[in-house]
């Protein structure tokens, strides 16, 4: 397959050629957005309206990078000259690097382009403090109305809000996107006040709360038949970076408790750290991904299992690495166990290490008919490895006979599920992790031998 | 008793009523190596016949022919063999069966089913249009399911105004949307012309692709397990001549 010459068309081309981005500019603005963690594309059912585009409620991947994270958006900076100086940020005022910023025209062709040739389900824009924080926001806000309302685009748009921008601003954003976040970026003022001294806990989160309560205010009115339209279908989400600074991950989680319930956030994403810059306050070493993970555990744990931070861990304390929280949380509490799976209701259930929401539903429904044993749970495909120490079938138990046992046999457990993790993340940096890991082996070896 | 039918649902029903109280019936599919000494039947399709089993499974279970539907778009050779055991165990329980995963039949009809259902949400994703000369669109590939028509619902909701073409390398066919109708040809090798920006776009993404990327956190074997290296040929990030070769 060729071009075709002879199908030139000059006027198409005249049309094009002031709005294609170029390669360079794609590249470093590309580059100084990759590390926003969340490319989600889910939660937004908005209907194709003439012109282009859909929302897909399930989120849909098109593409993976090689290191294994999916491409759903085309996650892209405005703008990287920034007036801001955030110490681990290679865009920060003080850095040397080429500043350049896109026009609105680029951002929306690129977008419309890679949409129609279904590279991406929409669009991920932030950017740099470019000039103020008004004018940034306005450039933003003017891109993502000049889409719906110009090229007529009807695909998902994330977009950044610009701390300490004019609230219109903000509320004239939240009418053409999908979803808006309010980087939390640091777990504490003081952190902030270090790292990211132009950015203040009371600047993230008054746009925050502001978008909360009209939202809130949009969907009453919307019931009651007075509006139409959209305001942020798929809500507010929000990231914080884990291991450049000093907070507890006990803090950071009271921190995100927080805001699931006083901000309805959809999501908190936890980003560890992970060192492009070099600076005296920073820590040389990234955070484990293991940290990370157990942070996603717990907050799962505060989503879907009725937990409360409280009972998952103290303040100043770090997750255990060796357990994931709700065993973490089951040993400490084995007086309460085990419970009987014909008798325990859903939120007993959903306690059991090792049995999570969608299982807790299958039993509650097959115990119906039968009564269960554990054969019938193994026909359910349900996993016993964990649930066993904590479970009685019918009366029968298969559990570990002392605690002791119990804590071995579930470090073990884990230790197989992390090797298969740790093949998953492929080469990890040296970290503690590894040590963390090789410790936690010798630790389940003495257990099973009976020497812990 | 070999059972040779033609290829459509009425065909395939008219030989499940057939075939229905032979135990060892075997259906043959496009390649099946031939059992000697197996008494064979070829079956004319009767459409009456298909419409009366049809109905009677509807009344067993309202879902189970659109499971069938996908059964019979799997790209398993043994598709037939496994949908003719999945709706027998229906019609013998005269009630739904789907939740009986016990049930070996059940089971493998059941993951085949899946299979298809994940390849076209993959897919959803996957399809690569290339623009051309026309403006329509074009996005060849080659799905492990026959499924290139089961795509258009999706992308003709999307892109309403564009005429795009989903070609399936593999089995030589094509659903197309017109703008207005959809229809499924039988296509071989298409004649692409593409629009002047096309490769400067294609470019672009491959461009976005390789910058996206943290190189640091490496997990070339999580990609793959995302997106199987068969799905590769015909994504541009991922393959040089995806454009060129075809
Ligand atoms: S505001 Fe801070 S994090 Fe954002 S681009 Fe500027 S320096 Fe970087």
New interface residues.
């Given amino acids: 397959?060729?071009?075709?010459e002879q199908?030139?068309?000059f006027w198409?081309?005249l049309e094009?050629n002031d709005s294609?981005?170029s390669?360079e500019k794609?590249?470093i603005l590309?580059?100084s957005?990759?590390?926003d963690v969340s490319c989600s594309s889910s939660g937004s059912a908005r209907k194709?309206a003439?012109?282009?585009?859909?929302g897909?409620v399930a989120g849909?991947?098109?593409?993976?990078?090689?290191?294994?994270?999916?491409?759903?958006l085309?996650?892209i900076l405005l703008s990287n000259d920034c007036i801001y100086d955030c110490k681990y940020c290679p865009n920060r005022v003080s850095a040397d690097v080429p500043r350049v910023s896109a026009t609105p025209e680029e951002i929306c062709e690129?977008t419309m382009?890679?949409y129609?040739?279904?590279?991406i389900?929409g669009l991920f824009l932030s950017s740099a403090v470019h000039k103020n924080p008004d004018y940034t926001m306005e450039r933003l806000v003017l891109v993502v109305k000049k889409l719906r309302t110009e090229y007529n685009f009807?695909?998902y748009i994330h977009l950044k809000g610009i701390p300490r921008a004019d609230e219109r601003l903000c509320r004239e954003a939240a009418k053409y996107a999908d979803r808006m976040s309010y980087n939390m970026e640091l777990p504490s003022e003081q952190s902030l006040k270090l790292l990211a001294p132009q950015k203040s806990k009371q600047s993230l989160l008054l746009p925050m709360r502001q978008l909360t309560q009209e939202k809130r205010q949009f969907v009453q009115d919307k019931k009651k038949g007075l509006i139409q339209g959209h305001f942020l279908p798929a809500g507010q989400t929000t990231q914080m970076i884990v291991g450049a600074s000093p907070e507890a991950d006990g803090q950071i989680l009271r921190l995100t408790q927080a805001l699931y319930r006083n901000m309805d956030m959809k999501r908190v994403y936890y980003s560890s750290y992970?060192p492009v810059v070099h600076d005296a306050l920073l820590p040389e070493v990234g955070a484990g991904q293991l940290r990370e993970h157990r942070l996603y555990q717990a907050d799962w744990l505060l989503r879907f299992y009725g937990f409360t931070v409280e009972e998952i861990v103290d303040e100043e304390q770090n997750l255990s690495l060796e357990f994931d929280p709700k065993c973490a949380w089951a040993l400490r509490h084995m007086h309460l166990f085990p419970v009987e799976i014909n008798r325990a209701d859903l939120a007993q259930l959903l306690r059991v290490p090792g049995i999570g929401v969608r299982n807790a539903h299958k039993i509650l429904q097959a115990r119906r008919y039968t009564r269960l044993t554990f054969e019938d749970l193994l026909?359910m495909k349900i996993a016993l490895k964990r649930a066993k120490h904590f479970i009685t079938c019918d009366g029968k138990y298969l559990g570990a006979k002392n605690d002791t046992t119990v804590r071995g046999l579930l470090i073990a457990a884990e230790n197989g599920e992390n090797a298969v993790q740790l093949?998953?993340?492929?080469?990890l940096?040296k970290t503690n992790e590894q040590k963390i890991m090789l410790s936690t082996r010798q630790n389940a070896l003495m257990a099973l031998t009976g020497e812990l | 008793m070999i059972y040779f039918f033609e290829e459509t649902e009425d065909g395939f029903l008219t030989a499940f009523l057939a075939a229905f109280q032979d135990e060892r019936a075997l259906f043959a599919a496009e390649n099946t190596q031939l059992v000697l000494g197996e008494e064979r039947v070829y079956l004319q399709t009767d459409s009456l016949k298909a419409e009366k089993a049809r109905l009677r499974l509807q009344s067993f279970d309202r879902e189970c022919l659109s499971d069938l539907r996908l059964l019979l778009r799997c790209g398993k050779t043994d598709r037939f063999q496994v949908a003719f055991g999945y709706l027998k165990a229906v019609a013998n329980a005269k009630a739904p069966v789907r939740a009986r995963l016990a049930d070996r039949a059940v089971f493998i009809a059941m993951e085949y089913v899946k299979k298809v259902r994940y390849e076209i949400h993959r897919f959803h994703g996957f399809i690569r249009f290339m623009e051309t000369a026309s403006g329509a669109l074009y996005a060849p590939f080659s799905p492990d399911n026959d499924i290139c028509d089961l795509l258009v619902p999706h992308f003709r909701a999307r892109l309403p105004a564009y005429p795009f073409v989903l070609h399936d390398v593999s089995r030589k066919k094509a659903a197309v949307y017109d703008g207005e109708h959809v229809f499924v040809a039988p296509l071989t090798q298409a004649e692409v012309v593409l629009s002047a920006k096309e490769n400067e776009w294609q470019g672009l993404w491959k461009q976005y692709y390789a910058a996206v990327n943290i190189p640091s956190r490496e997990r070339l074997k999580q990609m793959r397990g995302y997106m199987p290296a068969r799905y590769w040929k015909f994504l541009p990030e991922k393959n040089e001549n995806a454009s060129a070769n075809r």
Wanted: proline share 3%; hydrophobic share 30%; net charge positive.
């Fill in positions: 397959m060729k071009n075709n199908m030139f068309d198409k081309l094009y294609m981005i390669q794609l590249t590309t580059e957005a990759k590390y194709n003439g012109g282009i585009g859909n897909y849909c991947c098109h593409s993976f990078t090689p290191d294994g994270r999916c491409i759903s085309l996650k690129l382009d890679f129609k040739r279904n590279y389900e009807h695909g992970i026909k093949d998953v993340f492929g080469a940096p």
